[in-house]
C-alpha cells in the first residue's frame, strides 16, 4: 500500500524555521526525523500527513554530550536527532549511562539503529519501545519548544497512555538530558521479544544506588506490560534501605512480580508475561547491582 498524497515537504535548516512550520500547520503537519515509525504508519494509511517536516538538517537537535545546566548539576544532554547508533555504541554512554546502551543495541536492526532517533521513539510512546524505560529509570527531563516558548518535563510526566504524550501540535521535543548518576549507582535494562530486534514483549529497567551494601534509593519501570511503562513503588519501597544480598533481591522480585499490572494481548498473555518478569526481573536487578558495586571501587 501507498501513503496518500502529500502536499507539500519542508526540510528547515534552523529549530526557528521548524517552529514557524508547525505553528503554521499545526494537526496537518507531521514531523520526520528518523522516519522508523511514520513511514510505516503513512504506506499503512494508518496516519495521514498532508504535510512533512522533515527536521534532519536542523543543527539546534543534534546536541550530545554532557554540560552543567545553571544549577551546577551535571546532566548528559541528548538531542532529539541523536541516532539509536550513537546510544548504543558512544563511549561516555558505555561508561556513564550503560542503561542506555542496554536497550539501545537492541532495537531493531543495523538500518533501524542507524535511521532510528531518540526524539521520535520517545514522542511516538509505543508501550514495547526500548528507550522509554531506560529514560524513565534515569530521572530524564524533556525540553519542548514552539513558537509560544518552551515547556520541561518530567519523563513521568511526559509519557500519558498508548502512544500519547503531553507534547502539543505546535511543539517539538527539543532534547533530553539525564543527571549524571551519583556515585555508586549502577542500572541495567532488559527485554524479552519474540525475535532480535523486535518489540519488547516485557522490558525491565532498574537503578539502584549503593553504600556499603545498603540500597540507599532505586528506581524500577516495567515496559511492555500495560499502555505506559510502569513504575514499580513497592518494589522500590522492599528495596531501599536493605542490605543486598541475592535472596532479597529475588524477594524484590517476588514483590515486583505481584504488584505489577500486566494486560493480555495478542503478542503474550498476562500469565506469560508474569512468568517473563519473575525469570528475568532478578537478572536486572543482579546486574544493576553489580554496576553499582563497580562504581564503588
Do not use: W
Request: hydrophobic letters at 40%.
Amino acid at each position: 500500500m501507498y501513503p496518500a498524497p502529500i502536499s507539500e515537504y519542508f526540510a528547515p535548516s534552523t529549530l526557528e524555521e521548524c517552529l514557524d512550520l508547525l505553528d503554521q500547520y499545526g494537526n496537518q503537519a507531521k514531523i520526520l526525523a528518523g522516519g522508523q515509525s511514520l513511514i510505516p504508519l503513512l504506506k499503512l494509511r494508518m496516519a495521514d500527513a498532508p504535510i512533512i517536516i522533515d527536521i534532519n538538517r536542523v543543527i539546534e537537535l543534534q546536541e550530545f554530550g554532557e554540560k552543567f545546566l545553571e544549577s551546577g548539576n551535571r546532566v548528559l544532554r541528548i538531542g532529539a536527532l541523536t541516532r539509536h547508533k550513537t546510544l548504543a555504541s558512544h563511549p561516555l554512554v558505555l561508561s556513564k549511562y550503560p542503561i542506555i546502551s542496554d536497550a539501545a543495541k537492541y532495537i531493531g536492526d543495523v538500518q533501524i539503529r542507524n535511521r532510528g532517533t531518540i526524539g521520535g521513539s520517545l514522542v511516538h510512546a509505543d508501550p514495547a519501545a526500548d528507550l522509554p524505560v531506560p529514560i524513565l529509570v534515569l530521572d530524564s527531563t524533556l525540553r519542548l519548544v514552539s513558537k509560544d516558548g518552551e515547556r520541561t518535563f518530567s519523563a513521568d510526566e511526559f509519557f500519558l497512555g498508548l502512544m500519547m504524550t503531553v507534547i502539543e501540535p505546535n511543539e517539538i521535543l527539543a532534547h533530553i538530558d539525564i543527571p549524571s548518576p551519583q556515585p555508586g549507582t549502577g542500572a541495567a535494562y532488559y527485554k524479552y521479544s519474540a525475535v532480535f530486534g523486535d518489540f519488547a514483549i516485557i522490558s525491565i529497567g532498574a537503578r539502584i544506588t549503593l553504600q556499603d551494601g545498603i540500597c540507599q534509593s532505586s528506581r524500577i519501570y516495567l515496559g511492555g506490560v500495560n499502555p505506559r511503562p510502569q513504575r514499580a513503588v513497592e518494589t522500590e519501597e522492599f528495596l531501599n534501605g536493605k542490605t543486598i544480598t541475592s535472596e532479597i533481591l529475588q524477594k524484590a522480585t517476588d514483590v515486583m512480580v505481584e504488584e505489577v499490572i500486566v494486560e493480555s494481548d495478542m503478542r503474550a498473555s498476562d500469565t506469560f508475561r508474569k512468568v517473563l518478569l519473575k525469570q528475568y526481573g532478578f537478572d536486572v536487578l543482579s546486574k544493576a547491582v553489580q554496576r553499582a558495586k563497580e562504581e564503588q571501587i
